[in-house]
């Protein structure tokens, strides 16, 4: 029996931004699961952004779930100079696969993060239509679109999907609205493998997104927060230490290369803030999402502007205020009944300040029980999910190709 030849789209394991690989790790032992259960042998590649070479969790991946994985790059300029060389090849790119899922690398399918990535994003789906095999969208955020020319093109390559999962109601409303169906489940991330460690008394998770620090890419507020972010974060801090807890700070992008995104360098900084403070601790410098979501673990309280770094946590068994720049947080967390994100871009300093404490002091009980729940209801629904892998691997070696 040959082996079910699956392409990853824009899943990107060697990625410094560790959300984009915790779902490229979590998809991949989702389907390894899914192949066990159907009892047929896949072949995996993901495609897409380049993958940063000086990063090892490709090969963590593959020595953990006993999977070869390979990796193809795409480059819209290529693509378009090859073409304007009469140079076809590139049209073909997804004819030797069985099946293509697209994960979008999480911020999906939208055009509010520019034009160029929706062309790039909307190309490939349509090479992949042009296959005739079967396009799966996975578990992604649908939407807004500012353009109805990026609308229409978008609602007509969803409508040629062979299955759409939506990871939240917002998204899942957004494609009913365009006349579409969607499976509904949660983000792949919640299933990213994890080593539980013993929890540390007292200690408190702080996420800081560099990005957010440095004002966005433009430097100038571009996200449009309506509070001061690095004022925020220091007087989180401070309050958290007054009240004798140890306060971890947590980097989940780890790009060197690019300063204004880099968590970890912001880590660093805030430490020389504190730097005569034991109680203020520099988490290790992660090779993976794996290795985070194992140090966030032990933590008894976590906050961060990271969505997947509040996934992780959560997810973890931790009780998690996830601190929103973007509606995709409450879409995603909202879908599992966990109400306790805050947003940064409608509440100024002050009051987000004081609604974190209040969630901490007086509500961290509920936050705990909603916690349970919302795993359990992950579990659920990304179980669903799993079910429909497993058919889809079942029919295609029943298949007349096999």
Same mark, same amino acid.
């Given at each position: 029996?040959?082996? &079910?030849?699956?392409?990853? #789209? ?10 984009? +690989? #915790? ?9 390894? *699961? ?12 993901? =495609? ?54 697209? &994960?979008? *690398?999480?911020? +999906? !399918? ?10 790039? !994003? ?13 396009? &799966? ?7 807004? =679109? ?39 489940? @949660?983000?792949?991330? !919640?299933?990213?493998?994890?080593? @539980? ?48 807890? *140890? %306060? ?6 780890? #790009?060197?290369?690019?300063?204004? *995104?880099?968590?970890?360098? $912001? ?12 109680? $203020? &601790? %520099? ?48 879409? %995603? ?6 109400? =306790? ?9 002050? @009051? ?51």
């Amino acid at each position: 029996m040959k082996p &079910i030849k699956i392409c990853l #789209a824009w899943h990107n394991l060697n990625s410094t931004n560790y959300g984009v +690989s #915790a779902l490229a790790v979590a998809q991949v032992a989702l389907l390894v *699961e899914s192949a066990r259960r159907s009892n047929v042998t896949i072949e995996l590649e993901t =495609f897409g952004t380049p993958f940063v070479n000086e990063l090892s969790i490709r090969k963590e991946v593959e020595q953990r779930f006993a999977v070869k994985l390979t990796h193809k790059d795409f480059s819209l300029k290529k693509f378009i100079i090859n073409l304007t060389k009469l140079d076809f090849s590139e049209l073909r790119l997804f004819d030797k696969y069985d099946i293509v899922m697209d &994960i979008g *690398e999480g911020d +999906s !399918f939208t055009d509010i993060y520019g034009i160029k990535r929706f062309i790039t !994003f909307s190309i490939t789906k349509y090479l992949a239509l042009r296959t005739k095999k079967k396009l &799966i969208l996975s578990p992604q955020t649908i939407g807004p =679109f500012n353009s109805r020319i990026s609308y229409n093109i978008a609602r007509y390559l969803i409508s040629k999907c062979d299955s759409v999962f939506s990871r939240d109601y917002k998204s899942t409303q957004f494609i009913h609205d365009m006349g579409l169906n969607c499976e509904e489940v @949660s983000d792949v991330a !919640f299933t990213l493998p994890y080593d @539980s460690l013993p929890k540390i008394n007292n200690s408190i998770g702080i996420n800081i997104s560099g990005l957010l620090w440095n004002g966005g890419y433009t430097g100038d507020n571009q996200f449009g927060l309506t509070v001061d972010y690095r004022l925020f974060v220091k007087e989180i801090i401070e309050l958290f230490r007054a009240r004798g807890k *140890e %306060v971890h700070l947590i980097g989940h992008v780890i #790009a060197d290369h690019l300063p204004v *995104e880099d968590d970890y360098r $912001v880590c660093n900084q805030i430490k020389d803030m504190f730097s005569v403070d034991n109680g $203020v &601790i %520099v988490a290790p410098k992660f090779a993976s999402p794996i290795q985070a979501k194992t140090y966030i673990s032990q933590l008894t309280f976590f906050t961060g502007s990271r969505m997947h770094a509040t996934i992780a946590a959560l997810s973890a068994g931790v009780v998690t205020v996830p601190i929103a720049y973007s509606r995709k947080f409450s879409g %995603v967390f909202g879908s599992l009944d966990y109400y =306790f994100t805050l947003d940064a871009y409608e509440l100024d300093t002050k @009051s987000l300040v004081r609604k974190l404490f209040e969630y901490y002091d007086n509500n961290f009980e509920e936050m705990q029980s909603a916690m349970i729940n919302a795993r359990i209801k992950a579990n659920q629904r990304n179980e669903k999910y799993v079910v429909y892998l497993q058919e889809l691997l079942s029919y295609e070696k029943n298949s007349s190709s096999y």
